[in-house]
T-cell receptor, first 112, second 115 residues
Framework: QKEVEQNSGPLSVPEGAIASLNCTYS??????FFWYRQYSGKSPELIMS????GDKEDGRFTAQLNKASQYVSLLIRDSQPSDSATYLC????????????FGAGTQVVVTP | DGGITQSPKYLFRKEGQNVTLSCEQN?????MYWYRQDPGQGLRLIYY???????QKGDIAEGYSVSREKKESFPLTVTSAQKNPTAFYLC??????????????FGEGSRLTVL
């Protein structure tokens, strides 16, 4: 079992709709969770971090964390063509200091 | 402007050759990392360094070497012992005070192709 799992997609979303991305992780004691956006051929860019259960909102992005169920999700409201990218979920695993374990990413395609 | 600079952006290497990828940061970050990304896969940790003159192996260190002689610099050498070196290599660092969280900021990456 992979430590961090995401649906690979592609997730096709109409412009203006909500994109919903999910991520599950295996290490129950993980404490830090991140979402990175990666455009094709570019490096990952941090867009959200979340450390406690519940929702965290930043502009059109909302991260949701449920430690009991071991999943973290990302909602993108009012999706724009510029949101078309691969979204990487990253989790700070217990076994390493400050080391993130990355999922393979979910590709999002926003269609006009 | 502060940031992480990787060079070269594109590199071609013949089999059997060693190659060194540069990573320089002017953010005053202590912790630095090297990740490798293959198509359709997540990032995998090669090496990391928490402080000058100290570094640790990550999950896939075989065939790679690093040094950390200066806080600003963390070069990665891909040796001929690395069986499948063609990949996108990403250097990253963690801001002070964020070491426990693992939050990362990335350079623009170096794409290595072995011919």
């Amino acid at each position: 079992q992979k430590e961090v799992e995401q649906n690979s997609g592609p997730l096709s979303v109409p412009e203006g709709a909500i994109a919903s991305l999910n991520c599950t992780y295996s290490d129950r004691v993980s404490q830090s969770f991140f979402w990175y956006r990666q455009y094709s051929g570019k490096s990952p860019e941090l867009i959200m971090s979340i450390y406690s259960n519940g929702d965290k909102e930043d502009g059109r992005f909302t991260a949701q964390l449920n430690k009991a169920s071991q999943y973290v999700s990302l909602l993108i409201r009012d999706s724009q063509p510029s949101d078309s990218a691969t979204y990487l979920c990253a989790v700070n695993i217990r076994s390493g200091w400050g080391k993130l374990q990355f999922g393979a990413g979910t590709q999002v395609v926003v269609t006009p | 402007d502060g940031g992480i600079t990787q060079s070269p952006k594109y590199l071609f290497r013949k089999e059997g050759q060693n190659v060194t990828l540069s990573c320089e940061q002017n953010l005053n970050h202590d912790a630095m990392y090297w990740y490798r990304q293959d198509p359709g896969q997540g990032l995998r940790l090669i090496y990391y360094s928490q402080i000058v003159n100290d570094f640790q192996k990550g999950d896939i260190a075989e065939g790679y070497s690093v040094s950390r002689e200066k806080k600003e610099s963390f070069p990665l050498t891909v040796t001929s012992a690395q069986k499948n070196p063609t990949a996108f290599y990403l250097c990253a660092s963690t801001p002070p005070g964020k070491a426990n969280t693992g939050e990362l900021f990335f350079g623009e990456g170096s794409r290595l192709t072995v011919l």
